[in-house]
Each structure stands twice: as C-alpha cells, then as structure tokens.
C-alpha cells in the first residue's frame, strides 16, 4: 500500500513498482488518479485510516505523506504488523521519532526511510575513513543547505479560498489544528519577488509551516548530517542553541544558524557541529580559498578537512568530497548497497535490515536532527536559550513549556498513544550506545 503518490512519492512508488501493489493513497486526487492508470487494480483513498482499514491483503506500507502524517500513518500499520517505508524525515516531533524506532523494534519488522544516500558508496566510503583515524581526531563539523525553497518567515495570510474538488483538504489537516484553506498568496504578497512556488500550503511548500513540515532542518539535515552522524556516532546532544531571523510559531524563519554540542562518548572527543540555512554559510576561511557549495558539509579533524559539496556526500556537478589542501583517501573496505528500495524489499524477504531501519538508524537519526528545530522554536525572537537536553527523559531540564513541541497534541481522529512506554526501549538504547561498533 503507498500513502502518497505526488512529489517524492511519485518516486518512491517507482522504487517499489515491481512488488505487487494494491492500494494507492494521496489527498489529491489529480496524482492519485496518474498513479491508478498506472496500477489499474490498485485500490484508490484519499484517507490512509481506510486503507489501513481494509488492508488484510497488505504485508507493507510506503508512506511519502507530509512530515506530520509520518507517524500517524506508521504506527498504526506498524501495530498491524506491516513493514514500513517512511520518506524523510522520519516524523515531524522528536517523541514521534522513539515510538516509531520502538514499535518497529519490538514487532521485529523491516523498516528503511527515504534517505538513498545513507547506502551510497561515497556516504560508506567517508564515513570508513573517519572512523579509521583519517582526519584524526574531529571536534568540529558545519552542515549548510540552500534550503527553504519555499516561502518561509511571513505571517499566515488572512481570508479563505474554495477548496479544490480535486483536495481532500479534511484529510490534508489530518492531526494538525484545522485552518481555512489557501490556494496562492495575496498579489503584491514579498513572495512573488521570489522564485519559490506560490501556493500557500499545498502541494510541496507545507514543509515550511509548523503545523505540516520541519522546515529546511527537517527536509534536509537527515542527507547532509548522515555522514558524521554514523562516522562520529552523533547521538543524544547535551545542548542545542539557535539564532534565528525570528518566527510567529506558525511559519518556520527565513534563516536559522544551529549549534549542536555533544559529550566525549566512549574516547572519541566532544564534538560541536554548526547548522544553517536559509543563505547562511559557514565562514569562508574554514575553506582555504575554495568556493562555498550553495549545500555541503565540512568537517573538521586534527590532521585534515574534508570538505563534502553538494546534499549527498556524492560528486554533483562538480567537484566531489575531498581533503582541503589536497592529499588522498585512504582506501578503506565497505559494504555496497544493492540499491536503496532493494535493500527493503531484501529485508521483507528475510534478507538482511535496511541501513536506515528506524531502530538501528533512522530513528535516531531524526531524533536528534529535530532537536534544532527545539531551539528554533526558543529562538522565536532571534536569538535563543541555550536548551540543555536529558535525551533519557525526553526533555529539557532548563527550558519549560516545551512539551507539546517535543510531543504533539493530536486532532481528534488521529491520536496517537505517545506516553505508553514500549518494550523494546530498552533494546532501541542498546543499539543507540552500540551503533556504528
């Protein structure tokens, strides 16, 4: 069953077209109906619940949905038993990132999440040489996107338009608060001075309303933070501090700049790595003359910097990853992927975990990457609180009134049993401490 067949879902049902699929899902029913011709027995829903509902015939689910319907969509096909393929990131709320590692853990089933370039043999390969002393010791990385797309940092618009025949919009809203629909922003609105799309909330720019999406960081961080993320085992920061160009809670900042610290964790040092988007870049004497990728990650060791262009890690119409001021990789082995939608499809068949399964990977993953948006979220008038954050409780000791930012209030009809402590929390810790070793 595939949750979503417009944008990335589009792909992902590609990924997966040559499994037997019987029931397709979107909101919209203009790619819903592209998607039937090209699965005329497939089942048609513009609301996941009644797929789930009649989904005895079902072994697994894809799920591309907006971020806010991930695990709403997830856990209850997961608590069915069915296998599950959630597009990045894995959900929209830190709490929602556990319960779907957790869930998925204790059912023992075959998960992955839409991000291709945690497989790729450039991702594997330098992720091998940091692990095997090549920078030497690192105490610092910067992570940097031309993210948003999308319009981001304007007050929502007022009035209320007809909704199209074609948009489920009831089911659009799904968990979050109800609000009047939208189609474009006001003539003369500062976001026609831009390139970006001008719908307001659908399709694909939902990503930068609180309500729907996590912003750059969310659509983002989990490609370009994979690398030092299973290098450096970047797990559970102690702080997170943001500066941001300022927000109303609804719409994420036009700009944001992230600063994440970690603990010495097992005789590697403390790590500080340093988020931004929204234009903003690292300081150009990090790079010794080089340019500045519109993305990238740089990362910075004792004896060299590796400097990672583009979103993937991956060579992408230009120069590729490589060490400031020259010098050779060393050669290192690694496991070649299969291919990313192989690796599941592998999985489901008995084969073996997806690298980036919820528990092992995926979950943690989100987990700490929505920790940014948790300091953004302090940062509403600029400059932010330092947030300290005790990951074994879920919350921070210093910054009260978080809660339903770190776990969401769902609307009627799609609640979610968050609280519940799972069984296998202490096997998803486990993993956690070991992972990468």
């Known amino acids: 069953g595939v949750i979503g067949v417009g ?5 992902n049902l590609k990924g997966v077209s040559g499994e037997n699929i019987v029931a397709l899902c979107d909101v919209d ?10 699965f005329p027995a497939a089942r048609k829903y513009t609301d996941y619940r009644k797929l789930l509902d009649a989904a005895g015939d079902l072994d697994a689910v894809v799920c591309s949905a907006p971020d806010h319907h ?7 096909a997961m608590r069915m038993g069915l296998h599950c393929y959630c597009e990045k990131p894995l959900t929209r709320d830190v709490m929602e990132a556990l319960r779907m590692a957790e869930i998925a853990a204790e059912k023992k089933l075959s998960t992955h999440m839409g991000t291709p370039s945690r497989g790729s043999e450039d991702t594997v390969r330098q992720v ?11 105490t610092e990385a910067h992570f940097w996107t031309n993210r948003p797309i999308w319009a981001q940092g304007y007050d929502r618009p007022e009035g209320e338009d007809p909704i199209p025949e074609s948009l489920d919009y009831e089911c659009f809203i799904g968990s979050a608060p109800m609000r009047p629909f939208k189609d474009k922003w006001p003539a003369g609105h500062p976001v026609y001075q831009t390139k970006w799309r001008k719908e307001v909330y659908h399709p694909f720019v939902w990503r930068g309303w609180w309500d729907f999406g996590t912003g750059a960081l969310g659509d983002m961080a989990c490609h370009t933070v994979n690398l030092p993320y299973m290098a450096l085992n970047l797990r559970d920061p102690i702080a997170v501090q943001a500066e941001c160009s300022g927000h109303n809670g609804d719409y994420y900042p036009k700009w944001s700049i992230i600063n994440f610290e970690y603990p010495e964790l097992d005789g590697r040092p403390p790590v500080k790595f340093t ?9 150009q004497e990090l790079f010794d003359g080089e340019e500045i990728a519109q993305s990238g990650a740089m990362i910075i060791g004792e004896k060299a910097k590796l400097y990672a262009p583009g979103d993937y890690a991956a060579p992408n119409g230009g120069s590729g990853p490589h060490l400031i001021g020259g010098g050779e990789f060393p050669e290192v082995d690694f496991v070649e992927s299969p ?12 084969g073996e975990p997806a690298v980036s399964n919820f528990p092992d990977y995926a979950g943690g993953l989100t987990e ?14 600029g400059q932010g609180e330092r947030v300290e954050w005790d990951a074994k409780n879920m919350k921070s000791p210093n910054i009260p009134g978080l809660e339903t930012i770190i776990k969401p209030i769902y609307r009627p009809g799609y609640t979610l049993d968050l609280d519940s402590a799972s069984a ?5 810790r486990r993993r956690r401490k070991l992972f990468g070793r």
């Open 7 to 11: 944008g990335r879902g589009g792909a």
């Open 339 to 350: 291919g990313h939608f192989q690796e599941w499809v592998r999985a489901i068949k008995g």
């Open 368 to 381: 700490t990457n929505l920790l940014g948006n948790l300091a953004v979220w302090v940062a509403a008038t």
């Open 424 to 428: 296998a929390a202490p096997i998803y």
């Open 29 to 38: 029913r203009g790619p819903l109906d592209g998607a039937a011709r090209k």
């Open 128 to 138: 091998e040489i940091i692990r095997s002393g090549g920078l030497g010791d690192v």
């Open 70 to 76: 991930h695990a709403p969509a997830c856990i209850p």
């Open 275 to 283: 988020w931004y988007d929204g234009g903003k870049r690292p300081n």
